[in-house]
């Protein structure tokens, strides 16, 4: 039995197709990520995963349980860590984590091996009021409330978004040593940096899936040669090379251009050339191996 089963989910919201018509499925312990930007349709999913909202049609099942029939046991096996911080802000960080603990018939102290990695670093704060938590400490307080119960599947959606690349990494550092607990973890991220922390990850756009695979897989699949330029002139030669007749696609990335040729050409010396001839002088390029929002831009194209 997997974790996780979809099959055909659709939903609408009005005119708006949210889902259209998803289907995965997760491995019991798999930390299974969730890529595609805002409005992807990532937390419609998860809101459904976790029986918040129904489908319009398809079917999902969490542990083997239908999250429409047996929505009340999943509830009780599942935790969930929505994008917004959603505690109550005018309890302290002690007492938030002990309602939560009350509510599913079970005690801090129980399931405190769970969660004391993360909550150390904020038990220094435990009689603040959690809506004067930074950033980083809201998210740690997050994590632990939904992990209080010793959830079987932990739901994350987009859980370092605003939080500071430390934050970033110590969080996703926590997420290793819970998968090792036997949980099953899927995670929503707009940050195509952190899928290579993922076992598999499913590129979502506009509600639909387009690729599910391993890092690795999706970014081997990749069969295009790709180059990397740089030029004084970053914003310029952008546009420029977006009107060369041999350009299949560019796109900036940090401080570079990612562009693919048509053609499959072998070398970039004529994007050198007719760069040359618009005034740029002599760019610097040099052929690389893709990532995983090379991957997701193509797809996009296709």
């Not at 259209?20 to 409005?39: H, N, Q, R, Y």
């Not at 598999?200 to 330029?229: C, F, H, Q, T, V």
């Not at 977006?242 to 350009?247: A, K």
């Not at 970039?268 to 893709?290: C, Q, T, V």
Request: glycine share 10%; aromatic share 8%; charged share 35%.
């Amino acid at each position: 039995m997997k974790a996780i089963e979809v099959k055909g989910l659709k939903k609408k919201y009005r005119k708006t197709e949210a889902i259209k018509g998803v289907s995965f499925e997760v491995d019991k312990g798999e930390l299974f990520g969730i890529i595609g930007p805002d409005g992807a349709g990532k937390t419609t999913l998860f809101r459904i995963l976790t029986t918040l909202i129904y489908p319009d049609e398809g079917e999902a099942r969490v542990e083997g349980l239908d999250t429409i029939k047996d929505y009340k046991e999943i509830r009780h096996i599942v935790g969930y860590m929505p994008g917004r911080f959603s505690l109550y802000q005018d309890l302290s960080v002690e007492e938030n984590l002990t309602f939560f603990a009350t509510v599913f018939n079970t005690t801090i102290e129980e399931n405190y091996h769970l969660i004391e990695d993360i909550y150390k670093q904020i038990e220094p704060f435990k009689r603040r009021k959690a809506g004067k938590l930074s950033g980083g400490m809201k998210q740690k307080l997050a994590l632990s409330c939904a992990l209080i119960h010793k959830p079987k599947v932990l739901f994350l959606d987009e859980p370092t978004t605003g939080v500071d690349p430390v934050s970033r990494k110590e969080f996703w550092g926590m997420l290793k040593k819970l998968k090792k607990e036997g949980i099953t973890i899927v995670v929503s991220t707009p940050y195509m940096d952190e899928a290579m922390l993922c076992d598999r990850i499913a590129l979502i756009s506009e509600g639909e899936i387009m690729k599910i695979n391993s890092p690795e897989g999706i970014i081997d699949e990749y069969d295009s040669r790709l180059w990397k330029i740089r030029g004084e002139d970053m914003h310029r030669l952008l546009k420029d090379v977006r009107e060369y007749e041999g350009t299949e696609s560019c796109y900036a990335f940090g401080d570079s251009l990612h562009i693919t040729l048509k053609g499959g050409e072998e070398s970039i010396g004529g994007l050198e050339k007719f760069a040359e001839e618009k005034g740029h002088g002599k760019i610097r390029g040099e052929e690389i191996r893709a990532n995983i929002e090379d991957c997701f831009m193509k797809l996009m194209k296709k």
